[in-house]
């Protein structure tokens, strides 16, 4: 069994090069070889640019490799609900819900909070869903295409995603919520406990009702990454890994070189990826970007002989249940505001204990993994992608929350159109950091 921040496919990931030195100059440095930098890279190099990934661990220890792989161009409702406002409370007011806030009187996180709420309306939740099912859209129409060009087996399922209600209430707000989906182009059906479970036979007794996303779908996140990442090696892309970028030298307001753990290397263009870690990143070239680490944790077990057959979410719970191959994978938790690297057994079993509350498992789970990753939440629930405000040449590509997996494609190909001065496919206006001040 593999504990910890980290994924499970190590092994299968081709060569990556810290043992050679690193070259003295790159025409783009991508920082951050999560799902976020990877495709970034992908995407510079089909525009024909010379790219080094830097990256401070291995791929396969990123937030992106142990997530539950959903890719969910249904999820256009932004974090920013007056719903996860309510959970946030509860928190503080001591409640053991799926969400919690690990309050600190860091400016930072002060701010970070105040723009949250102050986002919390119709019209900004509006322009964030519209921002959001543009570059949903766009990237679940480049995933077949980019799995089946780069000839990646990553356990690839376009079939759906059930969302499941164990309360009448519940269900009321989800069949309010499937229709202000269906207004940004979300097609979505909505079911009654007893057609849940003919589509889901696994699931007990008493689901109030579901929503099903036929146009949903999943991967094994790992072996996505290890995919791409050898599809990068065939491009002549450096992936340098155990890299950390650890200083800037700025002029002019063009980022010069960066100082890695490794030594320094040259740079016409960066692009920070950096997840939740972007505005530490940042800070190294005088930028701010409001990003706040929202953990989660996922508990990853053999495929049991009694278990779910298709992707589920829990959605009162927020649990994420994923067989993946010959893996079941279960997901969730929303720890707003700090980084650790502890993995507390009561979050983990409490997670494992949903599950077993909606769908009928097995009595014991050969559990595999217990992991922990860092969501980048922005106070919008929009990604920052774009031009830094008062760096010439310096891209960001970050905050996709709990999408990273889902945008990740289309984030690829903005920013390579951004960085190559091409026409964009998605408009770039509602994820530029500009809107940040
Ligand atoms: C429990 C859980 C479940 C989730 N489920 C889903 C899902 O089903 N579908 C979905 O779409 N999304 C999901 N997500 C969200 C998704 O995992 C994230 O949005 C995504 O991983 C963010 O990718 P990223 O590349 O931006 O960041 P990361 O994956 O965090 O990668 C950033 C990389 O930058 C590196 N780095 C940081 N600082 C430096 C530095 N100074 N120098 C060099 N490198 C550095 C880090 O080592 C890291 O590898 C889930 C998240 C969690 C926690």
Not at 42 to 60: C, I, P
Not at 96 to 112: D, E, H, Q, Y
Not at 247 to 265: D, F, K, P, Q, Y
Not at 379 to 389: E, K, L, S, T, Y
Request: charged share 20%; with cysteine.
């Amino acid at each position: 069994m593999r504990d910890g921040v980290g994924g499970d496919v190590a092994e299968t990931l081709p060569r990556t090069r810290h043992d050679e030195p690193l070259p003295a100059q790159a025409d783009v440095a991508v920082v951050g070889g999560g799902a976020i930098g990877l495709c970034v890279a992908y995407e510079l190099a089909r525009h024909g640019r010379r790219v080094v990934v830097l990256e401070g661990q291995d791929w396969s220890t990123s937030t992106s490799s142990g997530n539950a792989g959903f890719i969910v161009p249904s999820h256009v409702i932004p974090v920013t609900t007056p719903g996860m406002v309510a959970q946030a409370l509860k928190s503080l007011a001591g409640g053991r819900g799926p969400v919690t806030v690990r309050p600190s009187l860091k400016v930072a996180f002060v701010r970070w909070c105040a723009g949250f709420l102050r986002h919390c309306n119709d019209r900004s939740i509006q322009a964030a869903a519209s921002a959001l099912a543009s570059l949903a859209e766009s990237s679940a129409s480049l995933y077949p295409r980019l799995l089946a060009d780069e000839g990646i087996d990553c356990a690839f399922e376009p079939n759906g995603l059930l969302k499941i209600f164990g309360t009448a209430r519940a269900f009321a707000t989800a069949r309010r919520d499937a229709e202000w989906e269906a207004r940004f182009g979300v097609c979505n059906h909505v079911l009654g406990g007893d057609a849940a479970k003919q589509l889901e036979p696994s699931l007990r007794e008493g689901v109030a009702g579901a929503v099903f996303y036929p146009n949903d779908a999943g991967l094994d996140p790992g072996l996505f990454l290890a995919g791409l990442a050898a599809a990068l090696a065939k491009r002549g892309v450096l992936l340098a890994s155990h890299t950390q970028v650890l200083a800037a030298r700025v002029s002019a307001g063009t980022v010069e070189s960066l100082a890695t753990s490794r030594g320094n290397i040259r740079v016409d263009e960066v692009v920070l990826a950096a997840g939740a870690r972007t505005p530490a990143v940042a800070a190294l070239f005088g930028g701010q970007l409001p990003i706040q680490p929202a953990k989660g944790y996922s508990v990853t077990a053999r495929r049991p002989r009694r278990g779910p057959s298709r992707r589920l979410l829990l959605g009162d719970e927020m649990v994420a249940v994923a067989p993946i191959g010959e893996r079941l994978r279960l997901a969730g938790w929303f720890e707003l505001g700090r980084f650790d690297d502890r993995l507390p057994a009561n979050r983990l079993a409490r997670i494992e204990r949903s599950v077993r509350g909606r769908v009928h498992l097995d009595a014991v789970l050969e559990v595999e993994q217990r992991w922990a990753g860092f969501r980048p939440v922005t106070p919008d629930g929009v990604p920052i992608i774009g031009r830094a405000p008062a760096l010439r040449n310096v891209t960001y590509a970050a905050g996709h929350a709990m999408l990273g997996i889902t945008l990740a494609p289309a984030t690829g190909r903005l920013v390579a159109q951004l960085v190559c001065g091409a026409q964009t496919d998605v408009d770039a206006a509602p994820f530029s950091p500009a809107r940040f001040g």
